[in-house]
């Protein structure tokens, strides 16, 4: 296969490439003389245009969000090969390796459901809704590991309010792509596919809550949920939903991927709650990644202050 | 093939290559970003895949009719503890850096923690009852006691099923390889009492049947 690289890309941008691939992935990459920029044109022969924004490019100008922790960044290395993201395999490791398979454009994201505004946006033009902002978020996985994030996104309520919810719309559902031959994980049946998550519209609509299209200043790597996934910070990582093909706006609490999978083990609402254990694990401390030592879990993962209200009077054992 | 100490010396040094395949890793930093979880799980494999080749010993010597492969067989099991301790230590050094509070709570409350360290626990005697010496000082008995190995076999396979979230083909793998060993040996128990079931009136009246 024989790659042109086109000019506007910098070499110094694609030399940078080489040093987060892995010795294993680089030697793979080569050997299918992809390299680098297979990675970074995933789907080059699907005939794109050079002009639409491919997972690597920059994303310009990003407004710094005050929610952003000043904790030390996670580097992109970790960030980009160390993934839950079953729909590209099960190890961690996976993700990053069949991250060429998904190619994500074009890319269609429909808004439907109880919205006066139902529309399909292509994956561009969704990306200008609201002006893209850099947020620092920690994450903390469900299996007790947490990084932190230099994430790139907008808020999800800047897209709620132009969808103009009905009355009846009280929970959003998300769904990700389902195509076994972009997500090759999806053709073991360990989950329910497509996957599906579901937030709560006052936990959609809150500040903390946003759609991520980047990180690190860039557009998301494939492994990471290109070109579009959910970050919700206080919930544990499998809330944040990857890849996202439709966000649907219903009256019931709708069905989630892991809870219908294990409903003992993984709830609805999914809070990073240090008191409630997975049923096989403690969730009190976790390790983040890069420290030897673990460390104590916080309530909501840390954002209690600003979360704790949504979740006033309930009980947390019961809805966890 | 014949069994000669070289060959011995020869296997001893492939079951070296795991070990030095995670150093090799470690020396050049390629033990993921969660390196801890990597050697946890590196371990762990490596001492159920030597286990279940420790109890693929008798079967495949039956059906090969090789009896010299008996003369692996103690290797074999030191090595499944070899890696179960590194395992345990891992999990007890660098998971927990010896919080005996978090570990015995886990150990107590975690069925898949439980299982585990059920298996590395009665795997201990039957790695200090492994030398010659033991061997003949037990006699009759170090047979008995090492039937452990089996509950040990199970419970580690256990240990490994009820510790993945979702994708479970890996520990179902190891499960239908025991199964299938465990069940030879039913078999060999089996045709080795046959006989004796000829002395039964109900064995003569159901081969009439036939």
């Known amino acids: 296969m024989l790659i042109k690289i086109p000019s506007d890309i910098k070499s110094s941008e694609i030399t940078s490439k080489k040093l987060y691939l892995n010795r294993r992935q680089f030697i793979l990459a080569a050997s299918a003389s992809a390299l680098s920029a297979g990675a970074v044109f995933s789907g ?3 005939s794109l245009s050079t002009h639409q924004v491919i997972a690597g490019e920059k994303l310009g100008d990003l407004h710094k969000s005050s929610f952003s922790t000043s904790e030390k960044l ?20 996976d993700p990053a390796e069949n991250a060429k398979y998904l190619t994500t454009r074009p890319w269609m994201v429909a808004i439907e459901g109880e919205v006066k505004k139902p529309k399909t946006y292509d994956i561009d033009a969704l990306m200008k809704v609201a002006p893209l902002e850099e947020r620092v978020y920690r994450l903390r996985c469900v299996e007790a590991w947490s990084m932190v994030i230099p994430w790139v996104g907008f808020p999800l309520s800047a897209l709620v309010k132009l969808a103009e919810p009905t009355g009846n719309a009280k929970y959003i559902q998300f769904i990700t792509l389902q195509d076994p031959k972009r997500m090759p994980g999806q053709k073991v049946p360990v989950l329910e596919w497509p996957y599906v998550e579901g937030l709560r519209m006052d936990e959609a ?4 809550t946003i759609l991520s299209v980047g990180l690190y200043g860039e557009t998301l790597p494939a492994q990471n949920g290109a070109p579009i996934r959910l970050v919700v910070p206080w919930k544990y990582g499998f809330k944040s939903i990857k890849s996202i093909v439709k966000i649907r706006f219903v009256d019931k609490q709708p069905p989630t991927a892991w809870n219908l999978m294990q409903s003992q083990e993984y709830g609805f609402y999914s809070n990073v709650n240090p008191e409630v254990d997975h049923p096989r694990w403690s969730q009190a401390t976790e390790r983040r990644i890069g420290e030897f030592f673990r460390r104590k879990t916080l ?12 979740y006033r009077g309930m009980d947390l054992k019961k809805y966890y | 093939m014949k069994y000669s100490p070289a060959l011995k010396a020869v296997v001893f040094v492939a079951c070296l290559i795991p070990l030095g395949q995670l150093l090799y890793y470690a020396w050049v930093g390629d033990l993921t970003a969660n390196p801890i979880e990597f050697i946890t799980h590196f371990t762990g494999d490596w001492s159920l895949i030597f286990l279940l080749a420790t109890l693929g010993v008798t079967p495949l010597r039956k059906i090969l ?16 503890f070899f890696y179960a301790l590194l395992h345990f230590s891992t999990y007890m050094v660098l998971d927990h850096f010896f919080d005996f509070p978090a570990i015995v709570k886990d150990i107590i409350k975690r069925p898949y923690v439980t299982a585990g360290f059920t298996a590395f626990v009665l795997m201990i005697p039957l790695a200090i009852t492994s030398t010659a010496a033991m061997i ?60 004796k079931f000829q002395k039964f009136q109900w064995f003569h009246s159901f081969k009439s049947w036939s």
Not at chain 1, 299 to 310: I, P, R, S
Not at chain 2, 158 to 186: E, M, S, T
């Open chain 2, 136 to 195: 003949r000082r037990l006699g009759k008995r170090w047979q008995r006691l090492h039937r452990l190995v089996y509950v040990a076999a199970i419970a580690g396979v256990v240990h490994f099923y009820w510790l993945v979230k979702a994708d479970i083909r890996r520990p179902v793998q190891y499960g239908l390889v025991l199964a299938v060993l465990l069940g030879c040996r039913l078999v060999i128990i089996w045709a080795q009492r046959w006989p």
């Open chain 1, 44 to 46: 080059l022969d699907t």
């Open chain 1, 74 to 93: 996670n580097s992109f290395k970790d960030i980009t090969t160390y993934n839950n993201f079953y729909e590209l395999g099960t190890d961690k490791s």
């Open chain 1, 299 to 310: 309530m909501f993962n840390g954002y209690g202050e600003q979360v704790a209200d949504l």
């Open chain 2, 65 to 80: 009719g090789w009896n010299d492969l008996i003369k692996f067989r103690r290797m074999l099991g030191l090595f499944a």
């Open chain 1, 205 to 208: 609509m809150h500040p903390l």
